[in-house]
């Protein structure tokens, strides 16, 4: 677009006057952002919808298996015998158990060792012939080296002979020896370098270096010269030596190799630390036996259970912790006990690896604590069931009160809902309540059977929203003849304690089935099975050898063919009747005639509204899906169709704008003749006047 000013010779204000122009002709786009609206407003309303049945299917999700639906409370009469816990698929009842003895894991103890308090010099040389202290450190008046370990003897050490050699670490070994009258000094090399190490004469807690006296040399003339490298009241501290320690576990041997500085701490740290450990735990136990037997080590293996053994092998060369230190403290042994009386041998018992019991009573897990007797009582728990119902009946109003939103037509405003008239959402709505208003497929009401969601307390009300009554309770109307009617109103809990197992069957049967023959016997159906009542011919041979089998839906009049093995028929895909399965014997052996019986395949109202909302949302084809598609292209059109008239209404903008510049150049040029035509007829009108004198 070219720049102008507007009316600069003419006066007019012809940017008003284009956009009024351009104003006038943005009509069909603000039609267009209206639609787009419209549609976007559709878009948002069919997600509300959507996550609303999204809700429903993840609810029913859960309540689609009877088996799970059955819940019970489990206690136990005395949980420091054992601990129970129920989870779906337990039965109600009570189980006495006898205890008589708990799974323990493998357990050795080491006869003991106690630590040496022991410290190490500072100063290191580089080996044991090096000088340790020269002869400017030995004077005349520094020449001693004296030490204490607590309560036991100072040891007093004189070095003046050597103060003008000065003194090796062998011979500061020596001669400290010597002095104390036991083993109390010692090389220690590190890092290829030595240094000098003393330690206490008698073992154990207590014994605190003091170091003090006269004419000390000033390299040993206090505790800051030293450091503690073995502390008497730490067991981990405890110097056990150089060897391999080999032990053997769950079938697995394992040889740790020790070196002679090696301590109590580091062994236990070389087992736990152990890449390869095969589940052995060590631990440091302190008990003063005596006094050199305070800490033990002890081996723990973590399995319970008679085939978890740990060994401490023979190829042990640690001194002190052969085979015959360890003392089994634990064996490793199964639990045993009986359920209700079983089995009853006197020294008959079920036995387990370990304490937690997972298979022993179906849906309970049993924890034992100690021997004795208790028992498991499991209780009917109909509280979640109840709860999730009720949830159920929350998120199927949510859609009735979004479907009312935009369907509905508003008094008020006299506008109607973005979906008025849709029949495709009415559908979703008219399919989920039509579940629970007609008989379930499958659930023909026969041997006290429930068949209506009525008949657990589900009901509409006139409104269309969903209503879960609790209790039974009765009502009466007046008909349009003027007679008075009554009804009763089927309540949940007495339902529940009426006909539980009838409850459960139809709100989460799934793969259960009947027949009303007694040679035909259901065995199975499978998730792609329809519900409902099917009709089953078979056919023999004089042999009893089934020749021919057909299943047709109940009420259709045309057969379609079954797979036969042996007596088994199955229904052959892609038939309504795929995968359910029957077992089938000849009635009247030898006589060829045909079997025929009718057969009911069951799916609860849960598994029933589990497939519908599957297919809703479906990702490819759902309900859902497709109308997200729909309105989303409706979008990317009405965007195209946008796009064409805002790039046509900037043309015309740029076409008005150039039309208008036009105009002022011309009247430009027209004022610029003007002025001419001024001046020559003024010229002619002065010599026209000159002429006249």
């Given at each position: 677009m070219g720049f102008a000013l507007s009316g600069v010779f003419s006066g007019i204000d012809t940017d008003s006057i284009i956009a009024y122009e351009i104003q006038a002709a943005s009509a069909p786009l603000y039609r267009l952002m209206d639609q787009k609206d419209e549609w976007e407003t559709k878009i948002s309303a069919t997600a509300e919808i959507e996550s609303r049945v999204r809700d429903l299917q993840t609810l029913v999700a859960k309540l689609d298996d009877s088996s799970t639906l059955r819940q019970v409370l489990a206690k136990s009469s005395d949980t420091d015998i054992f601990d129970v816990t129920a989870t779906g698929g337990a039965t109600e009842g009570s189980h006495e158990i006898i205890v008589n003895q708990l799974a323990t894991s493998n357990k050795f103890v080491h006869a003991g060792v106690t630590p040496t308090e022991a410290w190490t010099h500072v100063k290191t040389v580089s080996d044991a012939n090096a000088f340790f202290f020269s002869d400017s450190n030995i004077t005349a008046t520094e020449y001693k080296v004296v030490f204490q370990f607590g309560d036991d003897a100072q040891v007093v050490v004189n070095l003046s002979a050597y103060d003008a050699t000065g003194i090796t670490l062998n011979e500061l070994i020596t001669e400290i020896n010597t002095a104390a009258g036991y083993q109390a000094a010692s090389e220690v090399v590190e890092n290829g370098q030595s240094s000098l190490k003393i330690q206490a004469q008698v073992v154990g807690e207590g014994k605190d270096l003091v170091i003090s006296g006269d004419n000390l040399i000033e390299l040993f003339d206090g505790t800051n010269r030293l450091t503690e490298t073995a502390d008497g009241d730490t067991g981990a501290d405890t110097i056990i030596g150089a060897g391999d320690f080999v032990y053997t576990y769950d079938g697995e041997t394992r040889t740790?190799?020790?070196?002679?500085?090696?301590?109590?701490?580091?062994?236990?740290?070389?087992?736990?630390?152990?890449?390869?450990?095969?589940?052995?735990?060590?631990?440091?136990?302190?008990?003063?036996?005596?006094?050199?037997?305070?800490?033990?080590?002890?081996?723990?293996?973590?399995?319970?259970?008679?085939?978890?053994?740990?060994?401490?092998?023979?190829?042990?060369?640690?001194?002190?912790?052969?085979?015959?230190?360890w003392e089994e403290t634990q064996t490793a042994q199964d639990s045993e006990f009986r359920?209700?009386?079983?089995?009853?041998?006197?020294?008959?018992?079920?036995?387990?690896?370990?304490?937690?019991?997972?298979?022993?009573?179906?849906?309970?897990?049993?924890?034992l604590q100690a021997t004795g007797t208790a028992t498991a009582n499991l209780t009917r728990s109909t509280g979640q069931l109840e709860e999730d119902l009720g949830n159920l009946v929350n998120i199927y109003n949510g859609i009735v009160l979004k479907m009312d939103e935009h369907t509905g037509y508003d008094e008020t405003t006299k506008q109607g809902g973005v979906f008025q008239g849709d029949t495709v959402l009415h559908s979703v709505l008219r399919q989920i309540r039509n579940i629970f208003t007609v008989s379930v497929p499958g659930f023909d009401g026969s041997e006290g059977e429930l068949s209506l969601a009525s008949q657990i307390g589900i009901e509409f009300e006139r409104d269309g929203t969903m209503v879960l009554h609790q209790n039974s309770d009765s009502s009466s109307s007046t008909n349009?003849?003027?007679?008075?009617?009554?009804?009763?109103?089927?309540?949940?809990?007495d339902a529940l304690k009426d006909n539980f197992s009838g409850v459960l069957a139809l709100i989460g049967a799934i793969g259960k089935g009947g027949s009303d023959n007694a040679n035909v016997q259901f065995n199975a159906a499978g998730s792609m099975t329809?519900?409902?009542?099917?009709?089953?011919?078979?056919?023999?041979?004089?042999?009893?050898?089934?020749?021919?089998?057909?299943?047709?839906?109940?009420?259709?009049?045309?057969?379609?063919?079954?797979?036969?093995?042996?007596?088994?028929?199955?229904?052959?895909?892609?038939?309504?009747?795929?995968?359910?399965?029957?077992?089938?014997?000849?009635?009247?052996?030898?006589?060829?005639?045909?079997?025929?019986?009718e057969v009911r395949v069951q799916k609860g109202l849960a598994g029933l509204?589990?497939?519908?909302?599957?297919?809703?949302?479906?990702?490819?084809?759902?309900?859902?899906?497709?109308?997200?598609?729909?309105?989303?292209?409706?979008?990317?059109?009405?965007?195209?169709?946008?796009?064409?008239q805002e790039s046509r209404l900037e043309q015309k903008e740029d076409w008005l704008r150039a039309k208008y510049a036009r105009l002022e150049a011309r009247l430009a040029r027209l004022d610029s003749q003007r002025g001419a035509f001024e001046a020559m007829f003024q010229s002619l009108s002065s010599a026209q006047d000159k002429a006249k004198k």
């Open positions: 740790l190799t020790l070196d002679a500085d090696s301590t109590l701490g580091q062994l236990r740290d070389l087992i736990n630390n152990d890449s390869n450990n095969p589940g052995v735990t060590a631990s440091i136990l302190e008990y003063e036996v005596d006094l050199t037997h305070k800490f033990h080590l002890i081996l723990s293996g973590d399995q319970t259970g008679s085939d978890y053994s740990v060994t401490i092998d023979a190829g042990t060369d640690v001194i002190g912790f052969e085979t015959v230190e359920v209700d009386g079983y089995p009853s041998g006197p020294s008959d018992w079920i036995t387990r690896s370990g304490n937690t019991l997972t298979d022993v009573i179906d849906g309970v897990t049993i924890t349009d003849d003027g007679d008075l009617t009554g009804y009763v109103h089927i309540g949940l809990s329809t519900s409902g009542t099917y009709e089953v011919k078979v056919e023999y041979d004089v042999g009893d050898n089934i020749t021919d089998a057909w299943f047709r839906t109940k009420g259709d009049t045309v057969w379609r063919a079954a797979t036969f093995s042996g007596n088994t028929v199955t229904g052959a895909e892609g038939n309504p009747e795929y995968l359910l399965s029957v077992t089938v014997t000849q009635g009247s052996p030898g006589s060829g005639d045909p079997v025929e019986a509204l589990h497939d519908l909302t599957e297919a809703f949302l479906d990702p490819i084809d759902g309900t859902f899906t497709t109308k997200n598609n729909e309105y989303s292209f409706a979008v990317e059109e009405i965007d195209k169709r946008i796009q064409s």
